[in-house]
Structure formats: structure tokens, C-alpha cells
């Protein structure tokens, strides 16, 4: 049976080298909740639990709604982050579509942008191995700048 310290116990008995995310005991769901709740607007934020050890939260930032999906609390499960920015179908897809491949390459970061179900989407995923807090902080906060930064350009140029 594998035995867990609390943070101050890993400080306590380890080396500044030997500290890791495994060590220290990261509580994904708390960390992901405090960043929506240091992001979202409007008291917008949403969280769904279901059986199988999932987790959804929803909430608004700027114009567009994020989501973050955490697949469980194992190393092996994943946190994904999208926010819709456009519909489709659109004018001049082609056209969006190398402006979208450009950005991709461009000023996504750790975050691209892609296509669920007839809508256009930045989105990063993530296993959850050795995922620090801040990380978890910077893929919520990057796909929901994205997203806010571009959803009424995409619009104003693309939209139906």
C-alpha cells in the first residue's frame, strides 16, 4: 500500500532536488478550481462530476465560454481545455483555415486551434504526469486568452 505525505512532511524529509509534483501530492481538482475561480466572470462557473471520476467545469471569460475536462486523478489521466470561437460553416473556409494553421504556428503556445463538431475551437490537452500547478494554471489561462483575444475577429471575418 503506497503511504502519502502532506506537503510539510515532504519538505520536512526531502532535499530541494527531491520535490516533485508526486511528492508534494497535487490535488488537481482544488488547483483547477482556483484558477476558474481567480478567471471566471459573472459567477459563471460550473462543475459536473460524474462516476467514472470525471470532472467538467464550465465558465465564462471575456465573450466565450471555457471548458476544462479532467479525465480523472491517476498520472495517466488528461486535462483538457477548449473554448469555442467561431461556428461553422463560415465564408471563405479555405481562407480561414491557412489563417488558422499560420496562428497554430505562430501565437497559440501550448494551445492550437481545431474543429469539434462544426465549431471552431483552441484547445491543449495534457496528462496529468508531473503537471505542476502553474502549468495547470497557464493551459487554463492560454486557451481562454486565445479564445477572448480572437472569437469577434474570427466572427467579423469568417462568419456566416
Not at 477548449?82 to 465564408?91: G, I, M, N, R
Not at 471563405?92 to 499560420?102: A, C, I
Request: charged content about 20%; aromatic content about 6%.
Amino acid at each position: 500500500m503506497t503511504s502519502y505525505q502532506t506537503e510539510s512532511e515532504a519538505i520536512a524529509t526531502s532535499s530541494p532536488n527531491e520535490l516533485t509534483p508526486q511528492t508534494i501530492g497535487i490535488n488537481h481538482v482544488e488547483v483547477i478550481e482556483n484558477v476558474i475561480d481567480t478567471l471566471e466572470q459573472d459567477d459563471s462557473a460550473m462543475v459536473s462530476h460524474s462516476e467514472e471520476g470525471g470532472y467538467l467545469w464550465k465558465f465564462n471569460y471575456g465573450s466565450v465560454e471555457v471548458f476544462v475536462k479532467l479525465s480523472g486523478t491517476s498520472d495517466e489521466d488528461t486535462i483538457t481545455v477548449w473554448a469555442t470561437v467561431l461556428k461553422l460553416p463560415v465564408q471563405d473556409e479555405s481562407k480561414l483555415m491557412r489563417h488558422l494553421l499560420e496562428m497554430n504556428c505562430s501565437s497559440t503556445l501550448e494551445a492550437r486551434f481545431g474543429i469539434i463538431e462544426n465549431q471552431v475551437v483552441v484547445i491543449t490537452t495534457r496528462t496529468l504526469a508531473e503537471l505542476s500547478t502553474g502549468e495547470v494554471s497557464r493551459l487554463i489561462t492560454i486557451v481562454a486568452t486565445i479564445a477572448d483575444n480572437n472569437d469577434d475577429t474570427l466572427k467579423s471575418q469568417f462568419g456566416a
